[in-house]
Nanobody, 124 residues
């Protein structure tokens, strides 16, 4: 069984910060988490899910969506099987459910594994 569990969401005022975390567990990750690229996506009410950031297996490559560039940092800890998303200067339009994803291919458009999501709400 493969599990990605997000945490760290919540209610924050505009301009504030949140740090989301995603913990990976299960057979696919237990001995090979470092072999997976990890990503963060989000879906706002009434909108399609959109890409936020991705990080390569080693952490040496990252890619961040233009909509959050300069405000978001993705990182990973392969020893702990976790990936994090530090979000600063949050805007109301950042309100969404944030999902963690994993895949063996960094440049994939079809991520193999998904978490259940964590709600981020930014208030004025």
């Amino acid at each position: 069984q493969v599990q990605l569990v997000e945490s760290g969401g919540g209610l924050v005022q505009a301009g504030g910060s949140l740090r989301l975390s995603c913990a990976a567990s299960g057979r696919a990750f237990s001995s090979y988490f470092s072999g997976y690229a990890m990503g963060w996506f989000r879906q706002a009410p009434g909108k399609e899910r959109e890409f936020v950031a991705r990080i390569s297996w080693s952490g040496g490559r990252t890619n961040v969506a233009d909509s959050v560039k300069g405000r978001v940092t993705i990182s990973r800890d392969n020893a702990k099987n976790t990936v994090s998303l530090q979000m600063n200067s949050l805007k109301i339009e950042d309100t969404a459910v944030y999902y963690c994803a994993a895949d063996s291919t960094y440049s994939t458009d079809a991520w193999a594994y998904w978490g259940q999501g964590t709600q981020v709400t930014v208030s004025s």
